[in-house]
């Protein structure tokens, strides 16, 4: 089975610009989550979704947003970028909703100047 | 706020000295309990993970972990380290109050194996 794939994997935009990311889950898996990765922060939980509708959110700006696709394809979105916001950001998908392991993507990296 | 503590930010060891990562969680219901590792340049792996059941778990490459319902801890361990088990090692803890997926990270502990 192919894994968790996510596109682009490098990204660099300017301060006041938007990104979107793109997730495809593994085959099959229904649940959806995304994370950023910072050395200063660690991996924080950003927010999950489950048959297109979100389940679980962090504490993150509502500049952060995502949503999911009828083919459990998910997508985020994070608009007004801060310099803050340079980080990994990492997709991980599940079986189901209910507290499944999580198979993780490689990340898209954000770098934004 | 639940909260993951991984008390060793950075561990050196030989090549067959036994490892031993330390964490700790803070939330006192019902959790689910992983272990990922991520190897230089790749992305994050299961190592290991704890529903019910036995609490010692066993998981890939020679890594166990041990569930200490009374001390909230999750520790992971290795009798024998290779150089190839350099990585850095995240413990993550899922609350199963509310359903779903959202893990909660600690910091992380940088391995490095020396030959």
């Known amino acids: 089975k192919a894994g968790v794939t996510q596109t682009p994997r490098y990204l660099i935009k300017t301060r006041g610009q938007q990104v979107t990311l793109s997730c495809s889950p593994i085959s099959g898996h229904r649940s959806v989550s995304w994370y950023q990765q910072t050395p200063g922060q660690g991996l924080q939980f950003l927010f999950e979704?489950?048959?297109?509708?979100?389940?679980n959110k962090g504490n993150f700006p509502g500049r952060f947003s995502g949503r999911q696709f009828s083919n459990s394809r998910s997508e985020m979105n994070v608009s007004t970028l801060e310099l803050g916001d340079s980080a990994l950001y990492l997709c991980?998908?599940?079986?189901?909703?209910?507290?499944?392991?999580?198979?993780f993507g490689p990340g898209t990296r954000l770098t934004v100047t | 706020a639940q909260s993951v503590s991984q008390h060793n930010h950075h561990v050196i060891l030989s090549e067959a000295a036994s490892l031993e990562l330390g964490c700790n969680y803070s939330y006192g219901g019902t959790v689910n309990l992983f272990w990922y590792v991520q190897y230089p340049g790749q992305h994050l792996q299961l190592l290991l993970k704890?529903?019910?059941?036995?609490?010692l778990v066993k998981g890939i490459k020679g890594f166990e972990a041990e569930f200490i319902k009374s001390k909230f801890s999750f520790n992971l361990r290795k009798p024998s380290v290779q150089w190839s088990d350099t990585a850095e090692y995240f413990c993550a803890v899922n609350l199963l109050t509310g359903g779903g997926n959202k893990l909660t990270f600690g910091t992380g502990t940088q391995l490095k194996v020396e030959l």
């Open positions: 991980a998908s599940s079986l189901e909703a209910t507290a499944y392991e999580q198979y």
């Open positions: 979704y489950f048959s297109e509708t979100q389940r």
């Open positions: 704890y529903f019910s059941g036995d609490p």
